[in-house]
């Protein structure tokens, strides 16, 4: 029977080496004390070594770069301990100091008496691949920046709209005022003089400066929205009152639309704390609920503006009494380009830009029905605390 096994064992150890010499990895053998023993002929073609040049020497003298020789230390500690199977990624050094990315797979084989006498890796070598995953990984960078940009482009497209409206038709109305005054349809005010007459008109230019100065703001953000993200949104945070915020914003939009009436019942107590926000940002959020209330509500029915405290924040909420928002689509609804009503215009992105607005002072928005007919969007802004204000 021993005669038998011999010739066996000789054949079990030339399929071995075969196996070993023409797989496609990299194979090293390792004596105990991380000595190399043995190099496949896949791991002499990529390091440029043959195995009687390197066997005997440390393993990690010859081929692992120096600043990862303590972490290849510790996994062959491991394995010569007994503490195998093992994966880990390295890089080794080939004959010409080319650095080549090695995954391995090791293992180690034991004698009768259980202990480790060879530290066996089969590498392969994921140089070329992780390369392609890094260009991979800059191209959907590349490409979630230019979305970010694109977004804020259009964010900012659709609010710059929103002043531009509100400014042209302000001048159109100054300029309407301004012709009374010369042919005399305007008259002053009883007992007020020139000054009393002056008084709409100064108003309405302050409400032009508001809108261009709101304008400018928008245009150098599209300007430099080749270096902006949306999560880079510049605020300039100061104390506001609430009731302040809704009152300028109901007059910009009724600016807008100079020539209807619009309905707004509003219900914010002047005594509700001051919140920490931007004011032009806050505005646009505000014009943008606005304009959405104003366009679903039925004709002559008005828009509900209320404002209370909330958890340490100020809720403010915009109503309107239209046909409501599906609670299927009460999260996709502030969603860019999405419309539930495409036929009655718009973008699609007014309550996205909103959305964003908000979550950039660290508040919330959404939408719910209130109990009643239509829709109720409202979002926070936190407060201000007492000693700030």
Do not use: C
Not at 333 to 339: D, E, G, H, P, T
């Amino acid at each position: 029977m021993e005669r038998e096994a011999s010739p066996r064992l000789a054949t079990d150890s030339l399929l071995l080496e075969a196996i070993r010499d023409t797989v496609a990895a990299l194979v090293v053998v390792l004596d105990p004390r991380g000595r190399i023993v043995h190099l496949n002929r896949h791991a002499a073609a990529v390091t440029g070594y043959e195995t009687a040049e390197v066997v005997g020497e440390p393993v990690w003298d010859v081929f692992v770069a120096s600043g990862e020789v303590e972490d290849v230390r510790r996994v062959f500690d491991d394995l010569s301990k007994g503490r195998f199977p093992s994966e880990h990624e390295n890089a080794w050094l080939t004959r010409e100091g080319e650095r080549r990315l090695i995954h391995w797979k090791n293992t180690a084989i034991r004698d009768d008496s259980d202990s480790v006498v060879y530290v066996v890796g089969t590498g392969m070598d994921v140089t070329d691949r992780r390369a392609a995953e890094a260009r991979a990984r800059a191209l959907m960078e590349e490409e979630a920046a230019s979305r970010a940009r694109d977004e804020l482009i259009s964010f900012v497209a659709h609010d710059l709209g929103n002043y531009a409206a509100a400014t042209r038709l302000i001048a159109e109305r100054l300029a309407r005022r301004v012709d009374d005054r010369a042919s005399g349809r305007e008259a002053p005010r009883a007992g007020s003089g020139q000054e009393g007459a002056a008084d709409p008109i100064r108003r309405e230019v302050d409400d032009i400066r508001r809108a261009a100065a709101e304008m400018n703001r928008l245009i150098e953000d599209l300007l430099s929205a080749e270096s902006k993200r949306l999560s880079d949104l510049e605020l300039e945070i100061v104390p506001l009152s609430p009731r302040a915020l809704i009152m300028e914003a109901i007059g910009l939009y009724r600016s807008r639309v100079d020539d209807r009436e619009v309905d707004v019942h509003v219900a914010a107590d002047p005594s509700l704390p001051f919140v920490l926000g931007d004011r032009g940002r806050l505005l646009q959020v505000l014009l943008n609920l606005l304009s959405n209330a104003d366009k679903f509500s039925p004709e002559g029915a008005p828009i509900r503006i209320g404002a209370d405290v909330v958890d340490g924040s100020v809720r403010i909420s915009v109503a309107d009494r239209g046909p409501g928002v599906a609670e299927s689509d009460r999260e996709r609804i502030f969603v860019r380009f999405w419309q539930r009503s495409p036929e009655r215009g718009g973008a699609g992105v007014g309550l996205a830009s909103a959305r964003h607005i908000v979550q950039a002072h660290g508040g919330r928005i959404w939408v719910d029905d209130d109990g009643t007919p239509g829709s109720a969007f409202r979002f926070t802004v936190p407060m201000v605390e007492p000693d700030r204000r």
